[in-house]
């Protein structure tokens, strides 16, 4: 099985820019996740969607959004960039569905640096 | 508010010797306890997870020991190989919501020297 694929896996951007993120889960996962990674704040939970709706939301704001589509797809999008916006972004997938399931596969993220 | 207290930041440690990362907790709640192991340019990888009604839990070289009472929880690894230089993630999560968002540690990066 493929694994978590993310694109792309750099971007160079500069302040005010807008930035769309891809993310293709496992074959059959249905919950996609993205987090932030930066040296100083850690890994920060964004957001995740399930069958198309976003089930759960971390502390980020208005500016970064998301969505999936049918075929379980995600993307990502951060509007108006600032410069503490440069980060890993991290896409995980799981099963998802009702019954929980805690292994969540990561990518290997994009990295972002807004300039 | 930091949910997930990780320590050491850094360790090193000799090859073929024991190395231990310990996390702390505050949310009772959290009922799912991962630990992630990231090398240079790569996502976060599931390395060994433990639920809080387990005390302690084995995979190969590596441990997990819960204190829930003390709300604490550290990886061993053993016979540590330079292979396992990387950094180590602890995490909590709560699984009966449903909702998967993991709550990390700040990370530790381990060196294992030759």
């Known amino acids: 099985k493929a694994g978590v694929t993310q694109t792309p896996r750099y971007l160079i951007k500069t302040r005010g820019q807008q930035v769309t993120l891809s993310c293709s889960p496992i074959?059959?996962?249905?919950?996609v996740s993205w987090y932030q990674q930066t040296p100083g704040q850690g890994l920060q939970f964004l957001f995740e969607?399930?069958?198309?709706?976003?089930?759960n939301k971390g502390n980020f704001p208005g500016r970064f959004s998301g969505r999936q589509f049918s075929n379980s797809r995600s993307e990502m999008n951060v509007s108006t960039l600032e410069l503490g916006d440069s980060a890993l972004y991290l896409c995980?997938?799981?099963?998802?569905?009702?019954?929980?399931?805690?292994?969540?596969?990561f990518g290997s993220g994009t990295q972002l640096s807004v300039l | 508010q930091q949910q997930v207290k990780q320590s050491p930041q850094s360790l090193i440690v000799q090859k073929g010797g024991i190395s231990i990362i310990n996390c702390a907790y505050e949310n009772t709640a959290f009922d799912y306890f991962p630990w992630y192991q990231q090398f240079p340019g790569k996502g976060p990888a599931l390395l060994i997870a433990?639920?809080?009604?387990?005390s302690e839990k084995k995979e190969g070289r590596f441990t997990i020991s819960f204190n829930k009472s003390a709300k604490q929880f550290s990886l061993h690894i053993m016979d540590s190989q330079p292979g396992d230089s990387a950094t180590y993630f602890c995490a909590a999560f709560l699984m009966n919501t449903g909702r998967r968002a993991l709550t990390f540690g700040s990370g530790t990066r381990l060196q294992v020297q030759p």
């Open positions: 969607y399930f069958s198309e709706t976003q089930r």
């Open positions: 074959s059959g996962h249905r919950s």
């Open positions: 433990i639920r809080p009604d387990v």
């Open positions: 995980a997938s799981s099963p998802g569905g009702e019954v929980t399931n805690e292994k969540l596969f």
